[in-house]
């Protein structure tokens, strides 16, 4: 059976963190993560109640309606007798994002939020920026970071990469002043697609102290990478949300089989 991601299924909260969300959003985030992250696949198993329990350190009430939720979105199935399993239909529907939702959602993003900690610098980027942006090896891109608040409260930590002849055109005061998306559709680089994965993991030391949380605080992960009218790769954005501030909505379409697919933000 596959497991949960590594530390996870061990982990407790922390007990000196308050957070202000439902202790059962907060697991329907983390499990709902793991399907989407493929943690669990279609058809997998989930752990029994009782592991899930220990996990994120809720009752079983809790805990049920978390998976109540799943289970009514057709994410999860149970099986009386066998358990609780991912259902074997997610595997038709795709994470397609919807780029005028995008838009959208990352305007509300700015208006709703303010930065703090905006740091930029130019590096060597890495293989997975390489690799995401379809860049040469060893080829300068723009990092940029900044601490999402809201309300005065640190959020989210959210790095973003470009290529350097783009990042070039975006200067500090810009950066400051908006989303970096918002910044680049200024710029005339419009988003046509857009590929998004979701997962959860664990705040490690560094970003417990990025967030004020202690280590150890469940986090959501957001990687998204952006494209041009050319079908060329311009961002990429790797953004970690405290799991009680991030709610992620999204539509359903109906495919050319009737199968519901998932289009998001």
């Given amino acids: 059976m596959t497991q949960p991601a590594q530390g996870y299924s061990r982990a407790r909260r922390p007990a000196s963190l308050e957070l202000p969300a ?82 959208r959602r990352v305007a509300g993003l700015g208006a709703s939020t303010a930065i703090r900690d905006l740091r930029i610098d130019w590096v060597t980027a890495d293989d997975a920026t390489c690799a995401a942006l379809e860049l040469q090896p060893a080829a300068r891109v723009q990092r940029s970071s900044r601490v999402r608040l809201r309300d005065g409260v640190r959020i989210g930590f959210v790095t973003v990469w470009l290529p350097e002849a783009i990042g070039h055109r975006l200067g500090r005061a810009e950066l400051r002043r ?72 999204m539509t359903l379409e109906r495919g050319p089989r009737g199968i519901a697919a998932w289009a998001t933000e």
Avoid: K, N
């Fill in 22 to 103: 439902p202790r059962y959003h907060q697991v329907y985030v983390a499990l709902r993560g793991w399907i989407a992250d493929g943690t669990y696949p279609p058809g997998a198993r989930l752990p029994a109640e009782p592991e899930l329990c220990r996990a994120f350190d809720v009752s079983r009430i809790t805990l049920r309606r978390a998976v109540g939720e799943l289970v009514g979105q057709g994410l999860l199935i149970r099986r009386q007798g066998s358990g609780t399993f991912v259902s074997e239909a997610s595997a038709a529907r795709s994470l397609r994002p919807d780029l005028g939702e995008l838009s």
């Fill in 178 to 249: 908006s989303t970096v998306l918002e910044s680049l559709e200024r710029a005339g680089f419009r988003a046509a697609a857009a590929e998004q994965t979701i997962g959860a993991e664990l705040a490690g030391l560094e970003l417990a102290r990025e967030l004020g949380v202690p280590a150890g605080t469940p986090l959501v992960r957001v990687e998204r990478v952006v494209r041009g009218d050319d079908g060329r790769p311009f961002e990429r954005v790797l953004a970690l949300w405290r799991a009680d501030a991030y709610e992620c909505r």
